[in-house]
């Protein structure tokens, strides 16, 4: 096979066994790999009603056809299993230098199935596989887990592991690779903890073959020289000059960046303090790119005092997610949050949004300073860092915070303060603001992610027209096209930066040159379709329906109170039914026989 290494891993976690696999050839021409394939893969193993938690739910580790190419940012891997924050399919996103690595060693993608009795690692070395004892790993973190496992193996080596929030089945931990790169929502990590399996270490040192080099070569000339010269992706564009917190001062001056667990979106939040201005002036060390980035969005920092840090990040989501939706504006102590919940493997955005969901909760009452244990009112940096600890190790307050912020404002009697979607952790968009970002929110097939369709770039950055935020009419197909062009975008192996300056046609053609398969670029977006649908699919049979396709009430019924967005509710009723119905779908949300037959879909589930 061309592009893909037409080989997969599999380890019974249960009898320490591990086979080599041929590759389907016809699911990876069909789902291109990645999220993709990997969601092809599992639901012909899994039952859709498997408790996330279960020896029965496999984990999935899978790249693309373009990972480890010479395609630009062609670093991308998924972890592929059922959520345990939100109970859908759940295909969490890395970059890093881990996913190429194991394409080096020959290998597209691993099933773990079943569940260890005892913390185990996972040694690749080319042909030779064990599993090996972790129980020295136990309870380390991050970090510590990747230098000794670095001079236990190959110091030129690629670790993926998860911390100590992984090994407690905390429902939003993380995998992380390469110290701070992170497979960050919907638990993950969980499910790796809970089958025992602290690490996977990979070396390398094979190639991936193309079918048509020269063909490669002449697309990614043209390709190098459009994101050269983007005003986004270029040498001196926004992603690599601020890293992804560019986006940071555009949300604030739009007024949609949220404020306090989204109660005081469009306020002042002194938005100079944490955007990426500020970021890079006072805090950066030097930009740092994942396998074959050339725009290179990855920071390094470094703050001093009491809040002394140094390391990769942080990045935008981070920085909203621990900082003005937190009610503070303290940038060293959002970059010590941030680094811990990289040590700690936890998910950023869940994290932060979770800590602000109980600082809302505890000043309007509901929750009393003897059960949260410490005060834990808005702006209070000090106690931000003591509930990531406390939330890891299933300590003290942290016990509630573990579960998500769902679980835990409705054991206080106010879900309604969860700031969730399929009690997955909104992200730094307020959709009041963003009418297509709400759709976007309500129907994300993992629960609320910016990722599966990054609707800020048509309503804030004009791509790929300008368009009126604030209007309903025609949010419903750009919505569909973004979900479509970003899961074939996913599944590809790349980035969905570069798509800041390249569209899905150029990636179409590096697919063909790779693969040797003509992908028109109809095809390559009908997989994507084709993948969005098969996770609807996989939703619907665990028992979600039309009804988990919605927003907070506040976004619904609260206008934004100040700034530019005053006045604004998110208007989703009124983009739903079309959405549906350009998707193919009856007004249930679920998707015809016709559009099955279409996408071949009929007889997956």
């Known amino acids: 096979m061309f592009g893909w290494m037409g080989k997969i891993l599999r380890v019974n976690l249960t009898e320490k066994k591990i086979t080599k696999e041929p590759l389907n050839a016809d699911y990876a021409k069909e789902y291109l790999g990645c999220r993709g394939l990997g969601t092809r893969m599992w639901v012909d193993e899994?039952?859709?009603r498997v408790d996330p938690l279960s020896e029965e739910n496999n984990l999935i580790i899978m790249t693309g056809a373009l990972t480890g190419t010479l395609a630009v940012s062609s670093s991308r891997y998924q972890v592929v299993c059922k959520g345990p924050l939100t109970g859908t399919i759940a295909a969490s996103n890395s970059g890093g230098y881990f996913g190429p690595e194991?394409?080096?060693?020959?290998?597209?993608?691993?099933?773990?199935?079943?569940?260890?009795?005892?913390?185990?690692?996972?040694?690749?070395?080319?042909?030779?596989?064990?599993?090996?004892?972790?129980?020295?790993?136990?309870?380390?973190?991050?970090?510590?887990?990747?230098?000794?496992?670095?001079?236990?193996?190959?110091?030129?080596?690629?670790?993926?592991?998860?911390?100590?929030?992984?090994?407690?089945?905390?429902l939003f931990a993380a995998i992380m690779n390469d110290y701070a790169r992170a497979a960050g929502r919907t638990g993950v990590g969980a499910v790796m903890g809970s089958k025992k399996l602290k690490a996977i270490v990979v070396r390398g040192t094979g190639a991936v073959k193309i079918a048509d080099p020269d063909g490669f070569n002449e697309v990614m000339e043209r390709v190098n020289q459009i994101l050269r010269t983007n005003p986004s992706t270029g040498v001196n564009g926004g992603l690599n000059v601020y890293g992804s917190n560019v986006t940071y001062s555009f949300l604030d001056e739009a007024g949609v960046l949220p404020v306090r667990n989204f109660r005081d979106t469009g306020t002042d939040c002194n938005a100079e303090a944490l955007n990426g201005e500020s970021q890079t002036n006072l805090w950066l060390v030097r930009a740092k790119g994942c396998h074959g980035c050339s725009i290179r969005c990855g920071r390094i920092t470094r703050s001093d005092g009491k809040f002394a840090t140094y390391g990769e990040g942080p990045e935008l989501e981070t920085i909203w997610s621990m900082g003005s939706n937190c009610g503070h504006d303290n940038m060293a102590a959002v970059m010590a949050a941030g680094r811990l919940c990289n040590e700690l493997g936890l998910d950023t955005?869940?994290?932060?949004?979770?800590?602000?969901?109980?600082?809302?909760?505890?000043?309007?009452?509901?929750?009393?300073?003897?059960?949260?244990?410490?005060?834990?009112?808005?702006?209070?940096?000090?106690?931000?860092?003591?509930?990531?600890?406390?939330?890891?190790y299933n300590q003290g307050f942290g016990k509630e915070l573990s579960k998500g912020s769902y679980r835990m404002a409705d054991k206080y009697g106010h879900p309604e303060l969860s700031m969730s979607v399929k009690k997955q952790e909104l992200s730094a968009y307020d959709p009041r603001g963003l009418q297509s970002m709400g759709l976007n929110y309500a129907t994300?097939?993992?629960?609320?992610?910016?990722?599966?369709?990054?609707?800020?770039?048509?309503?804030?950055?004009?791509l790929p027209e300008v368009v009126d935020r604030f209007a309903t009419e025609g949010k419903a197909a750009y919505t569909k096209m973004y979900h479509d062009n970003t899961a074939a975008v996913d599944s590809s192996g790349t980035c969905c930066f570069v798509t800041f300056g390249i569209s899905v046609k150029e990636l179409a053609e590096e697919m063909t040159a790779v693969t040797g398969i003509n992908y028109s670029t109809e095809e390559f977006v009908k997989a994507g379709e084709r993948i969005w649908n098969l996770e609807r699919l996989i939703n619907l049979k665990s028992g979600f329906t039309r009804k988990d396709d919605t927003l907070p009430k506040r976004l619904l019924e609260d206008p934004i109170k100040e700034g530019p967005s005053k006045g604004y509710v998110n208007k989703l009723s009124e983009m739903l039914d079309e959405y549906y119905i350009l998707r193919g779908w009856d007004k249930d949300g679920i998707p015809t026989d016709s559009k099955c037959e279409e996408l071949g879909l009929n007889n997956v589930l």
């Not at 992610?449 to 990054?454: A, M, N, P, Q, Y």
């Open 46 to 48: 899994c039952d859709p």
């Open 102 to 170: 194991l394409k080096y060693a020959g290998y597209d993608g691993i099933i773990f199935e079943g569940k260890s009795k005892e913390p185990v690692y996972l040694w690749i070395n080319d042909d030779q596989v064990e599993l090996r004892d972790a129980g020295h790993l136990w309870g380390k973190n991050t970090y510590d887990t990747t230098d000794i496992l670095l001079e236990e193996t190959d110091k030129k080596a690629r670790v993926n592991c998860i911390g100590p929030a992984g090994e407690n089945l905390v």
């Open 349 to 392: 955005i869940s994290m932060g949004a979770s800590i602000a969901c109980a600082m809302e909760l505890y000043e309007n009452g509901y929750i009393s300073e003897e059960e949260a244990g410490i005060d834990i009112s808005f702006g209070n940096v000090d106690s931000i860092v003591e509930l990531i600890k406390q939330t890891a």
């Open 444 to 462: 994300s097939n993992r629960g609320a992610c910016h990722v599966r369709g990054f609707m800020p770039a048509l309503e804030i950055y004009g």
